[in-house]
């Protein structure tokens, strides 16, 4: 019975939405709205999940890694678009970007206990990375059973340094996407900004930078803009990262004040920065 | 300082039992207690008894002869040298018990109770021992740092709030020579000293989590870098990051601390942070565990670990388990005829590799850690100590580098500290506010941020390491937690967990054992 659980429940979700009208919630929809996040516990040794109600629907709340999760205590701006695909966190699937809004708001609070219906994947060694690394993991794990002294040694595998960049040399663009508000890359962003500038570096060519700043126009069909400066924030950030990282050639710093219009249609690709290599 | 006979001394504890075939000396009491100016050697290794057992100090190059030593002579106006604060006996670090111990010998003539920052503040009258409370109570200096904050290269810093004072029980903070209204605005908050020790995991940029050997993990901004060698920094030394290399820390701390005139010279610096690269110090036998260290104990225990080490390496993953594995230490077996002594280390063992999976995989929900949940993990984040802040190897700090608002400085997650000043932080209207208290913030200590000027940074201090705690008590930043159980509890109370009892000793004496 309890193998049976969610799939029970996950019936019983896909069944409210069926009752009410679907074309509103038919994939490649294009959704954009505040709420606040819902927190659901996937059981005691997983990461909770977050998902959010619009128009009495749950879409769950994804992004790329490390772009940023929900946060209780913050709504979040919803900008995506429905897609195909099985309940994630016991709600409908999306593609796009969430962003925590900054603003306190003490109403966000809910977070769903743990009942069965969404049991969370285990993350870690022995269930993330390539099977070569999964396999060496599960390796080490049995050596260090037998001599343990294998446990301090460090687990996780060094990061080999990327391939040195070699001519032919070609122009490079590389566009970095924020959260609404935010001057915060991701990870992987930052890792793509250190290999351009190697590349650059090898290349011995300057970088321009054009940073942007956004308007969202919502599904309800208000629009909210980003603050003023934040073009600007995001530019001389992006130049400061270009100099420490050790760029040598010339670095051209433009943004644009006027915020890129929004048309409910991905708006979070308005707020971002576009760096070129230019040859 | 005086070597206690391994044998007469030694031998008092009925359960030393392997220690006694080691060569190290032993020091306990009063004799453990290293003065400035003090001419003797610390040997290659030395143990020195604690409440809980004995630390061991191991010099990876070997004797340091400490006379004429710039870590162990007084370079200032006040008699004090490094190692006043920063004692073997305490894991290079410093203890209640030490301090107490020092003013019931000497007074406010020990150079440890300096004026400067011995003193709730400088005005107060020095030979009483109330003027010296949170230093006597809980182990607190005062730190003084200039309002506004600068940039690091001196010029002026756009701070995003203004401050004011609310209650001021040491009066520092409204004193017109010391405080914010003076001549040269200062505001006083009160720490503890940080062990001085196991460096190379706290100056060392983060390995395999790229591309954090460069960005900062909250903003991806990147790390600052030393002026003096152009590298990036980790920011793991001191709790607000102000000192980003030893040798900057030690400049800083030779002008405020030793009252130094002038500047430390190139010889004296290149001593100091020689010294201070080659001490590792950690617990290597617990009175009611025995040794801890050696052949089929867990191999993450001691200096001698810490020495062979990789440094900067994340932990947090079921091989390593942050410390290593204690499992040998599990459903250890029962001799025939168990004395007393035999259950009591065999059920201590057991308790601290119970609480070491309890440390490492026991999730409950972080939440609403200013600085920690916004910087993309998301509030609630479901993990253990180990899997969340904790997680560097061998050590514990937070790789990132993890400055947070863990709730130790700000209200209301605060512990009531009547004999801290109280602020009020008001951040302005465009200012990112502090995630989850809002721009209108009471604290005891801004933290981070009064180095940064930023407001989400209010409250918000680095994670330490775990190492030698049981020689260095009370703990957090600001002397909360007389004891490791006070610790646990702070945490348990914090994050709504429900430790059991069981779980809360486990946890305890797991610590002990590092």
């Known amino acids: 019975m309890m193998r049976l659980l969610p799939y029970i429940v996950i019936f019983s979700v896909v069944f409210s939405i069926s009752a009410q009208d679907r074309s509103e919630h038919a994939p490649g929809t294009h959704l954009a709205f505040t709420a606040c996040?819902?927190?659901?516990?996937?059981?005691?040794?997983?990461?909770?999940c977050f998902l959010a109600e619009y128009q009495g629907v749950r879409y769950v709340l994804n992004n790329p890694p490390d772009w940023g999760k929900p946060e209780l205590g913050h709504q979040v701006l919803v900008e995506a678009q429905i897609v195909e695909g099985a309940l994630q966190c016991g709600a409908l699937p999306l593609q796009g970007r969430v962003s925590v809004l900054a603003e306190l708001d003490s109403n966000c609070n809910q977070i769903l206990p743990f009942d069965g219906s969404v049991v969370g994947q285990a993350g870690g060694i022995f269930n993330s990375g390539t099977p070569q690394q999964r396999k060496e993991a599960l390796e080490l794990a049995r050596r260090a059973e037998q001599d343990p002294s294998l446990s301090v040694?460090?687990?996780?595998?060094?990061?080999?340094?990327?391939?040195?960049?070699?001519?032919?040399f070609q122009p490079q663009r590389l566009i970095i996407y924020f959260p609404f508000n935010s001057d915060r890359g991701s990870g992987p962003d930052m890792l793509e900004v250190v290999k351009l500038v190697q590349y650059a570096n090898a290349a011995r060519a300057p970088i321009s930078i054009v940073s942007y700043q956004g308007e969202t126009l919502l599904s309800s069909g208000d629009r909210v803009t980003e603050r003023t400066s934040i073009a600007q924030q995001r530019g001389e950030k992006m130049q400061d990262i270009l100099q420490g990282l050790g760029l040598t050639a010339e670095i051209t710093l433009r943004w644009v004040d006027q915020p890129l219009s929004g048309d409910g249609v991905a708006d979070w690709r308005n707020r971002r920065v576009e760096l070129v290599v230019e040859l | 300082m005086r070597k206690i006979s391994l044998v007469s001394k030694a031998s008092g504890s009925l359960l030393l039992g392997p220690a006694l075939a080691l060569a190290q000396p032993l020091y306990s009491g009063d004799e453990s207690w290293w003065s400035p100016e003090q001419a003797g050697t610390l040997l290659p290794q030395s143990r020195y008894e604690n409440s809980t057992g004995q630390l061991e100090v191991l010099n990876a190059t070997g004797a340091i002869p400490t006379a004429g030593h710039a870590f162990f002579t007084p370079l200032g106006s006040n008699g004090r040298a490094c190692v006043t604060c920063h004692q073997p006996s305490n894991g290079m670090g410093l203890s209640v018990d030490s301090i107490q111990r020092r003013w019931e010998l000497h007074g406010a003539d020990d150079p440890l109770f300096a004026a400067i920052d011995g003193a709730n503040c400088p005005n107060l009258p020095q030979q009483d021992a109330s003027s010296h409370s949170l230093l006597l109570e809980k182990g607190l200096f005062r730190i003084f740092l200039p309002w506004p904050p600068k940039n690091l290269d001196g010029s002026a810093m756009?701070?995003?709030?203004?401050?004011?004072?609310?209650?001021?029980?040491?009066?520092?903070?409204?004193?017109?020579?010391?405080?914010?209204?003076?001549?040269?605005?200062?505001?006083?908050?009160?720490?503890?000293?940080?062990?001085?020790?196991?460096?190379?995991?706290?100056?060392?940029?983060?390995?395999?989590?790229?591309?954090?050997?460069?960005?900062?993990?909250?903003?991806?901004?990147?790390?600052?870098?030393?002026?003096?060698?152009?590298?990036?920094?980790?920011?793991?030394?001191?709790?607000?990051?102000?000192?980003?290399?030893?040798?900057?820390?030690?400049?800083?701390a030779a002008r405020t601390h030793l009252q130094i005139s002038g500047e430390l010279t190139e010889p004296e610096l290149q001593q100091i942070t020689d010294f201070e690269n080659q001490i590792y110090v950690a617990q290597v036998y617990d009175n009611q565990g025995g040794t801890l260290v050696g052949e089929d104990m867990p191999p993450g225990i001691g200096p001698q670990a810490l020495r062979d080490g990789a440094p900067a390496r994340l932990g947090n993953n079921p091989?390593?388990?942050?410390?290593?594995?204690?499992?040998?230490?599990?459903?250890?077996?029962?001799?025939?005829?168990e004395t007393d002594g035999q259950r009591q280390q065999r059920e201590f063992r057991e308790?601290?590799?119970?609480?070491?999976?309890?440390?490492?995989?026991?999730?409950?929900?972080?939440?609403?850690?200013?600085?920690?949940?916004d910087k993309g993990l998301g509030n609630p984040f479901n993990r253990s100590c180990g899997s969340g802040c904790h997680n560097t190897l061998l050590m514990g700090m937070d790789l990132a580098p993890g400055f947070m608002d863990l709730g130790l400085n700000n209200f209301p997650w605060a512990n009531n500290r009547s004999d801290l000043p109280l602020f009020k932080v008001t951040c302005d209207a465009d200012a990112v506010p502090q995630s989850y208290l809002g721009r209108t913030i009471h604290t005891n200590d801004p933290g981070r941020a009064l180095i940064t000027g930023k407001c989400r940074d209010v409250g918000a201090t680095m994670t330490q390491q775990l190492r030698g705690l049981a020689a260095r008590a009370p703990y957090f930043v600001n002397g909360s937690a007389a004891n490791l159980r006070e610790l646990v509890d702070f945490y348990d109370r914090r994050f709504n967990i429900g430790y059991t009892e069981q779980e809360k000793q486990d946890l305890v004496n797991f610590m002990r054992t590092l």
């Not at chain 1, 927190?39 to 005691?44: I, L, M, N």
């Not at chain 2, 091989?319 to 005829?337: H, Q, R, T, V």
Request: aromatic residues 10%; glycine residues 6%.
């Open chain 1, 37 to 48: 996040p819902i927190a659901r516990s996937t059981g005691p040794d997983t990461d909770v």
């Open chain 1, 153 to 168: 040694q460090p687990a996780n595998p060094e990061t080999p340094p990327p391939e040195p960049p070699a001519a032919p």
């Open chain 2, 158 to 252: 756009d701070v995003e709030f203004s401050i004011e004072v609310v209650s001021d029980p040491t009066g520092c903070n409204t004193n017109p020579q010391y405080g914010l209204e003076s001549e040269n605005p200062t505001i006083s908050v009160y720490r503890r000293p940080r062990p001085v020790a196991n460096i190379k995991y706290l100056t060392e940029l983060p390995h395999g989590v790229p591309p954090h050997e460069a960005f900062f993990y909250n903003d991806k901004s990147l790390l600052p870098k030393d002026p003096e060698t152009g590298e990036f920094v980790s920011m793991q030394l001191m709790s607000d990051g102000r000192g980003i290399s030893l040798r900057n820390q030690a400049r800083d």
């Open chain 2, 319 to 337: 091989i390593n388990k942050i410390f290593g594995s204690f499992a040998m230490w599990l459903n250890l077996p029962i001799a025939e005829e």
């Open chain 2, 351 to 373: 308790s601290a590799a119970r609480g070491a999976e309890v440390f490492y995989a026991r999730r409950f929900l972080i939440s609403d850690v200013g600085a920690y949940n």
